[in-house]
Nanobody, 125 residues
Framework: QVQLVESGGGLVQAGGSLRLSCAAS????????VGWFRQAPGKEREFVAA????????YYADSVKGRFTISRDNAKNTVYLQMNNLKAEDTAVYYC??????????????????WGQGTQVTVSS
């Protein structure tokens, strides 16, 4: 069993930055794809970014390209989402998720097995 714990959310003004963390216990991220998704009130959960642990290939939603960066720390078994130039429309609960195995199309939430509890990000305009 894998437990994922997100942290780093909070309230920030538009144009500001936050860094989210996703720490795993129960197994390592090796041979996995780790994704970040978000869900705003009344909306579907949507893909934000993903990273393949083995070769660090990254993927981003068009809405966050150039502003968000996903990265990993092997020693800490942690994935980060650095979010810069935040906008009001980035307000959502952010979730990390893990799929054991390499995904070349990691945008579908149905492909992920394990999910964290989420962390709230609120951007004030």
């Amino acid at each position: 069993q894998v437990q994922l714990v997100e942290s780093g959310g909070g309230l920030v003004q538009a144009g500001g930055s936050l860094r989210l963390s996703c720490a795993a216990s129960g197994r390592t991220f090796s041979s996995s794809t780790v994704g970040w998704f978000r869900q705003a009130p009344g909306k579907e959960r949507e893909f934000v970014a993903a990273i393949n642990w083995s070769d660090r290939t990254t993927y981003y939603a068009d809405s966050v390209k150039g502003r968000f960066t996903i990265s990993r720390d092997n020693a800490k078994n942690t994935v980060y989402l650095q979010m810069n130039n935040l906008k009001a429309e980035d307000t959502a609960v952010y979730y990390c998720a893990v799929r054991v195995g390499y995904l070349t199309t990691p945008q579908s939430k149905a492909d992920y097995t394990y999910w964290g509890q989420g962390t709230q990000v609120t951007v004030s305009s």
